[in-house]
């Protein structure tokens, strides 16, 4: 009626070229979001895997749910019992563990602190 039909076709047909640009920002915001959030999401599961996997008997953890204890063993690739308290020992899932403070040093004989102590002073 009021649009001739050459006109029309014209419009309704578009090109290979504006389809391009109409996906281009859709594009461009997956390579955002992809350097923003996906890629150092993977490095922190990456870092978390590799410090479960390297806990080692003597260190000190911090669990998820913030209990801090020294490793006293390790059962296997799955659990660790590590002690909170004097005799009170706890067996945790290795992937529950969210740090680790301090990698373990042998540990010294009360005795031992004691004598360097008093001679210290």
Do not use: C, W
């Not at 005799?87 to 004989?109: D, H, L, T, W, Y």
Request: net charge positive; aromatic share 4%.
């Amino acid at each position: 009626m009021l649009i001739t039909p050459a006109y029309a076709q014209a419009a309704a047909g578009g090109d290979a070229n504006s389809m391009l640009m109409s996906l281009l920002p859709f594009a461009l915001i997956f390579v955002i979001m992809y350097f923003l959030i996906l890629r150092p999401q993977q490095k922190k599961i990456r870092d978390h895997a590799e410090l479960v996997k390297n806990i080692r008997r003597g260190d000190t953890v911090v669990t998820s749910g913030g209990l801090v204890g020294k490793v006293t063993k390790v059962v296997d690739d799955d659990q660790i019992e590590f002690e909170i308290s004097d005799g009170v020992r706890v067996r945790q899932m290795r992937q529950m563990i969210s740090g680790v403070r301090a990698k373990g040093e042998p540990a010294k004989e009360k005795a031992e602190t004691a004598k360097d102590e008093t001679s210290a002073s």
